[in-house]
């Protein structure tokens, strides 16, 4: 008899109240891994967040030095166990375990902690401002109330509930984080789980400062993220999913962070088209297919000048797709999705270069896939085309003239990314002119000369973008301090006597170091 996996509530590893199970399934076979883990119900959810709840008052009154002390040593500890990590990771997503989880995105868990420490510790974050004339004072603090932290399925490290940036940003903000892992990998999380219930009691955080359930049904999801103590919700995932939390969330005045789709469109003007064509459909290719294209960056679409170079274009993106071999998605589900968009594609006209179909054997795959449309075409209907199709498919669209590609532009939703291909003379300039202020206002990030698929983890990153990108144009997934802020509240302090401020705000710098906005003058000096 396979036992089931328990939760971790309240410091405690326990056995689940729930009375279903599920299995996790190695998608380069579809076979069932075995250890089951538990469908937790509403009871027992409920549970986690009133200790959460607790953990989040208990975490005020200890300031920032456990949280940062707590993020380092579970860095150390991620690192001793890696080899456990990567095996564990590789059999539940089939993704490689070298290069890409050992040596990319393990490490760059491990960088997101450690950077995450180093901000809780400086201080400079909460962005502490003092008005002597005026008598006020103020700055960013925790929310008061547990994180929901809902990880997606293509990450299982730099994207964990436990362990991911948007953990590691919550913490180093000062917050309990209540997890749950994401039913592809959640052996993979429960071994990080572990590790985090020995950093917590080595760092003296509150017990229930990190808690984990693996997974709930839909309807508690909605009435977890509404609860009036959790403090904040960040989710990454589809956007259905993520609009039907953001809905319920907003209801109950509480704030949700979803990263939910994008197309990330690549558009290659005149003159680097004959430059470089066939060197940008090879960075094309490479990008839409890295990690099956199962990356939130993935570019789904490429708008190219119609015309001679633009069909040579369309060619050695195209023969690249159709030499290439079937990739092994994450799930099902994944796949099924990829069905769908291709029919959705073909049904509103677009037309199929390569690549879609299955595979017969084990498994989950699928042949990437590309398909072609008219500028005007695309016009007619621009929400039928930039749905993301998390996968290996991707559209190229072949505009009439540059003045059309703006239009195009102008067309399209929120973004994460946005990339501009140009001549390496100058010879674009104008048309860039025209292009940009259109594109800058409907991404994210834009880049220039580069496909959008990697995501450094740096202070200046922007992994957000407008809606329906994300939930909210002002705030970032990735890059520290700046995620931080999303786990924060501003708290304002007026004629408070000086004993009873936050140190923080106190005349002295707490740190000699910490930048701090006094009178108007951003400075490490004390008042």
């Given at each position: 008899m396979?036992?089931?996996?328990?939760?971790l509530?309240?410091?405690?590893?326990?056995?689940?109240?729930?009375?279903t199970?599920?299995?996790?399934?190695?998608?380069?076979t579809?076979?069932f891994?075995?250890?089951?883990?538990?469908?937790?119900?509403?009871?027992e959810?409920a549970?986690?967040?009133?200790a959460?709840a607790r953990a989040?008052?208990?975490?005020?009154?200890?300031?920032?030095?456990?949280?940062?002390?707590?993020?380092?040593?579970l860095?150390g500890?991620?690192?001793?166990?890696?080899?456990?990590l990567?095996?564990?990771a590789?059999?539940?997503?089939?993704l490689?375990a070298?290069?890409r989880?050992?040596?990319?995105e393990?490490p760059?868990?491990?960088?997101?902690?450690?950077?995450?420490?180093?901000?809780?510790?400086?201080?400079s974050?909460?962005?502490?401002?003092?008005?002597?004339?005026?008598?006020?004072?103020?700055?960013?603090?925790?929310?008061?109330?547990?994180?929901?932290?809902?990880?997606?399925n293509?990450?299982?490290f730099?994207?964990?509930?436990?362990g991911g940036g948007d953990?590691?940003?919550a913490?180093?903000a000062?917050?309990?984080?209540?997890?749950k892992?994401?039913?592809?990998?959640?052996?993979?999380?429960a071994?990080?789980?572990?590790?985090a219930?020995?950093?917590v009691?080595?760092?003296g955080?509150?017990?229930a400062?990190?808690?984990?359930?693996?997974?709930?049904?839909?309807?508690?999801?909605?009435?977890?993220?509404?609860?009036?103590?959790v403090?904040?919700t960040?989710?990454?995932?589809?956007r259905?999913a993520?609009l039907?939390?953001?809905?319920?969330?907003?209801?109950?005045?509480?704030?949700v962070?979803?990263?939910?789709?994008?197309?990330?469109?690549?558009f290659?003007?005149p003159?680097?088209?004959?430059?470089?064509?066939?060197?940008?459909?090879?960075?094309?290719?490479?990008s839409?297919?890295?990690a099956?294209?199962?990356?939130?960056t993935?570019?789904?679409l490429?708008?190219v000048?119609?015309?001679?170079?633009?069909?040579?274009?369309?060619?050695?993106?195209?023969?690249?797709?159709?030499?290439?071999?079937?990739?092994v998605l994450?799930?099902?589900?994944?796949l099924?999705?990829?069905?769908?968009?291709?029919?959705r594609?073909?049904?509103?006209?677009?037309?199929?270069?390569?690549?879609g179909?299955e595979?017969?054997?084990?498994g989950?795959?699928?042949a990437?896939?590309?398909?072609?449309?008219?500028?005007a075409r695309f016009?007619?209907?621009?929400?039928?085309?930039?749905?993301?199709?998390?996968?290996?498919?991707?559209?190229?669209v072949?505009?009439?003239?540059?003045?059309?590609?703006?239009?195009?532009?102008?067309r399209?939703?929120?973004?994460?990314?946005?990339?501009?291909?140009?001549?390496?003379?100058?010879?674009?300039?104008?048309?860039?002119?025209?292009?940009?202020?259109?594109?800058?206002?409907?991404?994210?990030?834009?880049?220039?000369?580069?496909?959008?698929?990697?995501v450094?983890?740096?202070p200046?990153?922007?992994?957000g973008?407008?809606?329906?990108?994300?939930?909210?144009?002002?705030?970032t997934?990735?890059?520290?301090?700046?995620?931080?802020?999303r786990?924060?509240a501003?708290?304002c302090?007026?004629?408070?006597?000086?004993h009873?401020l936050p140190?923080e705000?106190r005349?002295?710098?707490p740190?000699?170091?910490m930048?701090?906005?006094?009178d108007?003058?951003?400075?490490?000096?004390?008042?």
């Amino acid at each position: 008899m396979v036992k089931v996996h328990p939760v971790l509530v309240d410091g405690s590893w326990r056995p689940s109240r729930g009375e279903t199970a599920f299995r996790a399934v190695d998608p380069a076979t579809g076979a069932f891994l075995p250890e089951e883990y538990p469908v937790s119900p509403w009871t027992e959810i409920a549970g986690a967040v009133e200790a959460g709840a607790r953990a989040a008052g208990e975490m005020a009154a200890l300031g920032p030095g456990p949280a940062a002390r707590f993020l380092d040593i579970l860095a150390g500890l991620i690192e001793r166990r890696k080899d456990e990590l990567v095996a564990a990771a590789h059999a539940e997503t089939a993704l490689p375990a070298e290069p890409r989880l050992g040596s990319v995105e393990l490490p760059r868990m491990l960088d997101q902690l450690r950077q995450a420490a180093a901000a809780c510790r400086e201080r400079s974050w909460c962005r502490a401002t003092i008005d002597t004339k005026a008598g006020l004072r103020s700055m960013y603090g925790p929310l008061g109330g547990p994180v929901v932290v809902l990880g997606p399925n293509n990450f299982p490290f730099a994207y964990n509930a436990v362990g991911g940036g948007d953990f590691a940003a919550a913490l180093a903000a000062g917050n309990p984080v209540l997890a749950k892992s994401h039913p592809g990998h959640p052996g993979t999380t429960a071994i990080l789980a572990g590790a985090a219930r020995e950093a917590v009691a080595a760092a003296g955080l509150p017990r229930a400062a990190v808690q984990l359930l693996f997974h709930f049904a839909s309807g508690d999801g909605l009435r977890l993220v509404a609860h009036p103590a959790v403090g904040a919700t960040a989710f990454t995932g589809s956007r259905p999913a993520g609009l039907a939390l953001k809905e319920a969330a907003d209801r109950a005045g509480k704030p949700v962070y979803a990263e939910m789709s994008s197309a990330n469109p690549v558009f290659v003007l005149p003159g680097a088209l004959e430059e470089r064509g066939e060197a940008i459909a090879a960075e094309l290719f490479r990008s839409c297919t890295t990690a099956a294209g199962q990356m939130c960056t993935k570019p789904g679409l490429a708008i190219v000048p119609a015309g001679g170079a633009g069909r040579a274009f369309v060619a050695a993106v195209k023969a690249a797709f159709e030499r290439s071999e079937p990739a092994v998605l994450l799930s099902s589900s994944v796949l099924d999705g990829l069905r769908r968009a291709a029919d959705r594609l073909a049904a509103a006209g677009a037309e199929r270069l390569a690549g879609g179909g299955e595979p017969e054997g084990p498994g989950f795959r699928f042949a990437p896939a590309l398909f072609l449309m008219t500028g005007a075409r695309f016009l007619e209907d621009p929400a039928a085309f930039q749905v993301e199709s998390f996968g290996t498919l991707s559209v190229v669209v072949l505009a009439a003239d540059t003045d059309e590609m703006a239009v195009i532009a102008a067309r399209l939703e929120g973004q994460l990314t946005g990339s501009v291909y140009s001549h390496a003379d100058g010879r674009d300039d104008r048309d860039y002119a025209a292009l940009e202020p259109v594109l800058r206002v409907k991404v994210g990030r834009l880049l220039n000369d580069r496909m959008p698929t990697g995501v450094a983890v740096s202070p200046a990153m922007n992994h957000g973008g407008p809606f329906p990108a994300t939930g909210h144009p002002g705030f970032t997934a990735v890059g520290l301090p700046a995620a931080m802020l999303r786990f924060a509240a501003l708290r304002c302090y007026d004629h408070v006597r000086e004993h009873r401020l936050p140190v923080e705000l106190r005349d002295g710098n707490p740190t000699g170091a910490m930048g701090r906005l006094i009178d108007g003058e951003w400075t490490t000096r004390s008042v």
